[in-house]
T-cell receptor
């Protein structure tokens, strides 16, 4: 998990509440990604960003929002519009658009109270 | 669209036996394929990748993968399994937009 820090490790959300998951990387990578992991469904892409101040929706962006104001930071907000937010959330980064590997953080487990 | 399929949800192997975790792919153009491993409550760790060249790719922890273009497969292998190899394994493919598309994962159990 070296170089990518996700916080908090565990997070609880009350109904109607927005919560923000932090992802910080010190690898000087251009690209960053957010995935949601549910049992038996693998990893599904929520949002990704290939450069500062730009990001694109992934396959399951509804109910989520992101920002990329700094190269090293890519926070994910789970909004109240996301009706089933309980999951394990993984942040990843990659050096650039080339054939480089992704590096992953240790994840945040989000549960609903 | 690019995709990968992992046909087995779970694979059980006795310690010391060879192991294979299967992956098939569907891509337009050249396939760029990856294997990652995930231990409980952790992020994914890179094992190996195929870009071009030799069909047998060697990676971390003694794992290797065989790229087979005619069968559109990229199976992960290890000659002798260890109990510590027990984990969740993901096959992945890079698509044209530089997104990485993951399979659903295969849980590998190595039995002592």
């Amino acid at each position: 998990d070296g170089g990518i820090t996700q916080s908090p490790k565990y997070l609880f959300r009350k109904e109607g509440q927005n919560v923000t998951l932090s992802c910080e990387q010190n690898l000087n990578h251009d690209a960053m990604y957010w995935y949601r992991q549910d049992p038996g469904q693998g990893l599904r892409l929520i949002y990704y960003s290939q450069i500062v101040n730009d990001f694109q929706k992934g396959d399951i962006a509804e109910g989520y929002s992101v920002s990329r104001e700094k190269k090293e930071s890519f926070p994910l907000t789970v909004t109240s519009a996301q009706k089933n937010p309980t999951a394990f959330y993984l942040c990843a980064s990659k050096r650039d658009r080339g054939l480089n590997i992704q590096y992953f953080g240790a994840g945040t487990r989000l549960s609903v109270l | 669209a690019q995709s990968v399929a992992q046909p087995e949800d779970q694979v059980n192997v006795a310690e010391g036996n060879p192991l294979t975790v299967k992956c098939t792919y569907s891509v337009s153009g050249n396939p760029y394929l990856f294997w990652y491993v995930q231990y409980p409550n952790r992020g994914l760790q890179f094992l190996l990748k195929y870009i071009t060249g030799d069909n047998l790719v060697k990676g971390s922890y003694g794992f290797e993968a065989e790229f087979n273009k005619s069968q559109t497969s990229f199976h992960l292998k290890k000659p002798s399994a260890l109990v510590s190899d027990s984990a969740l394994y993901f096959c992945a493919v890079r698509d044209r937009d530089d997104k990485i598309i993951f399979g659903k994962g295969t849980r590998l159990h190595i039995l002592p």
